[in-house]
């Protein structure tokens, strides 16, 4: 069944107040707002996300860097590759991990293969 056009409109502003306030919630003073808010973007995959995501990864706490690393290699936008690259210095290993596997799933996005 399709959606009415007045249907379509409400989803489309629903996406792009979600959009929003994730996009908001990564400058959140509490940390596990800041790495849902990463995680819930890198769901979403809207390219907006990649700036926001890229500062991200300078975030004091390491579950934010890490999943802000995720997201950009789900987003797979080519602005993620130079952060990934960084990331895979990080002095967390978990996020050196996360940071190469986002790196690869990232390159397949954009390169293929």
Known sequence: MAMSGGEADRRHAGRETMITEFLKNLT??????RWGAADALGRIGDERAVEPLIAAMNDPDPRVRKKAAWA???????RGQRPLVEAM???????????????EILKKKVFGG
């Open 28 to 33: 959140h003073e509490r940390p596990e707002y």
């Open 72 to 78: 950009l290699g789900q987003i797979g936008d080519i």
């Open 89 to 103: 210095r990080d002095g967390n290993d978990d996020v050196r991990e996360i940071a190469a596997e986002a790196y």
